[in-house]
């Protein structure tokens, strides 16, 4: 049984509809990537999972549909979004914007553990610890924003964008930090990405969405074979 699956969903901004009948399934401990040109639905994906949009069709969870509620409730089921745009909360200290993202824990011990996994895992974070949020450059919003993710110890996490405004060196580091972090945690993962390139060091199976629609899925041998795939997002 799958972890995750999302069976023919639609989802709409007002009047105007993004998504026509997605599906895709995540298995344990798995990595899917969704693929796409700007506008083709990958962040409403995201977001029709995290619980911020209304939908149809079904979004099973451990073979439960949660499709319907809202991202709090999403949040506390083990489903941890990483949005575009980073998200990091600006007055905060790097430290403290940690917290928050275990601000649903009690385990103090193994708060302070994880709080030490991070830092290890994004050594520039361990250097700016006391800085606020705003302080960081792009590359350490976005360390810190994959961070955060981590100290609710999520089963999913979904990453939207993770290289998006970043110089290419550091979008590489931050990618290496999340292969890190699927093979130590475990963590299933569904990555959205315009750099083909980064999404298959992660991922292990890819679907290509065009404006709101499946238009092509398979393992990443096979999507990385394919000609078209390989022009529109791998550059060759």
Same mark, same amino acid.
């Given at each position: 049984m799958s972890l995750l699956e999302l069976e023919n969903v639609t989802a709409s901004y007002g009047h105007a509809q993004a998504l026509h009948g997605v599906s895709l399934s995540l298995p344990e401990n798995g990595a899917i990537g969704i693929l796409g040109a700007n506008g083709a639905g990958?962040?409403?994906t995201l977001r029709a999972?995290?619980?911020?949009?209304?939908?149809?069709?079904?979004?099973?969870?451990?073979?439960?549909?949660?499709?319907g509620l809202g991202p709090d409730r999403v949040a506390r089921l083990g489903i941890a979004h990483v949005p575009e745009g980073r998200g990091t909360l600006p007055q905060l200290s790097v430290r403290d914007n940690l917290l928050v993202g275990a601000y649903q824990?009690?385990?103090?011990?193994?708060?302070?553990?994880d709080i030490d996994y991070c830092l290890d895992l994004f050594p520039n974070?361990?250097?700016?610890?006391?800085?606020n949020a705003a302080? @960081?450059?792009?590359?350490?919003?976005?360390?810190?924003? !994959?961070?955060? &993710? =981590?100290?609710a110890?999520? $089963?999913?996490?979904?990453?939207?964008?993770?290289? @998006?405004?970043?110089?290419?060196?550091?979008?590489?580091? !931050?990618?290496? &930090? =999340?292969?890190?972090?699927? $093979?130590?945690?475990?963590l299933s993962m569904v990555v959205v990405e315009q750099n083909a390139v980064l999404a298959f060091s992660v991922v292990d199976h890819a679907t290509v969405l065009e404006t709101g629609k499946v238009a092509l899925a398979g393992d990443k041998a096979e999507l990385m074979g394919m000609d078209a795939v390989r022009r529109a997002y791998l550059g060759g």
């Open positions: 990958k962040t409403t999972i995290s619980g911020m949009l209304k939908t149809t069709g079904r979004i099973l969870f451990e073979g439960k549909d949660i499709a824990r009690k385990d103090r011990k193994q708060i302070a553990a974070l361990r250097e700016r610890i006391k800085s302080a @960081l450059s792009g590359g350490e919003q976005q360390m810190l924003a !994959v961070a955060r &993710a =981590v100290m110890r999520p $089963r999913v996490m979904l990453l939207d964008e993770a290289s @998006l405004g970043l110089a290419p060196s550091t979008a590489r580091r !931050v990618y290496e &930090a =999340v292969v890190r972090l699927r $093979r130590e945690a475990q």
